[in-house]
């Protein structure tokens, strides 16, 4: 009798078994694809925001240039579902290109990438441009200083709001949200990537697409 119940509880266990943890529920990558059940699209500011979901999670995605800056910004919107903590690294996403992978930059050293292109670009345009030979007096004009000062100012906006809405690592709880900026390299021309970011343990691909267009105070 006790061997027979033993077996009836181990089918049972079988048959029933235990709600996995979001950690161990992961099993390979979700893609995000047109019109499939859990992708959405919106369109906020005048950037697309591509969505996906998942009984544990949603995750909206939106990439946009830092304008005049050597870099892309992927803004993400991170919900937690499920009934765990989740955690969540920015520094792990990457945009893959191919062969090539863009990795997320530092958002410190991407500020004071573009703080120090700005102060480069700002003495270029203040400085003499002389046409004439011997010509010793020659003097930047009042247009080129003004645009000297604007070159600055943007960038230090650009600069703040790096710092102001950079992601951090965090551990998201159930039924709070993460958001933010993960700041990434423009490439030399315009180009179609996969986003990869993984939340928890489940990864996540977007395809997403950049016209990395090249910084110009022109």
């Known amino acids: 009798m006790k061997t027979l119940v033993a077996s009836a509880a181990m089918a049972i266990a079988l048959l029933h078994p235990q709600e996995p ?37 949603q995750i909206y995605v939106s990439l946009a240039e830092l304008k005049n800056t050597e870099y892309n910004r992927v803004w993400v919107q991170l919900f937690n579902h499920s009934q765990s903590p989740i955690d969540f690294d920015p520094q792990a996403a990457i945009l893959l290109n191919g062969d090539k992978t863009v990795r997320a930059e530092v958002p410190e050293k991407a500020a004071h990438s573009i703080q120090k292109f700005a102060e480069a670009k700002s003495q270029e345009l203040s400085s003499a441009h002389c046409t004439q030979m011997f010509h010793y007096e020659c003097q930047p004009t009042a247009a080129q200083m003004q645009m000297s000062k604007e070159v600055l100012a943007e960038s ?28 990434f390299k423009k490439d030399k021309k315009k180009a179609d990537y996969i986003l990869k970011v993984t939340v928890g343990s489940q990864l996540f691909e977007f395809p997403l697409s950049a016209q990395n267009e090249a910084p110009s105070y022109d």
């Open 156 to 183: 230090g906006k650009q600069v703040e709001w790096v710092r102001a809405n950079a992601m951090a690592k965090s551990t998201v709880t159930p039924g709070n949200v993460a958001e933010g900026a993960i700041v």
């Open 21 to 57: 943890t979001v950690t161990s529920r992961a099993a390979g990558p979700i893609r995000r694809a047109e019109g499939a059940p859990n992708a959405t699209t919106d369109v906020k500011n005048d950037n697309k925001v591509e969505g996906l979901k998942t009984d544990e999670v």
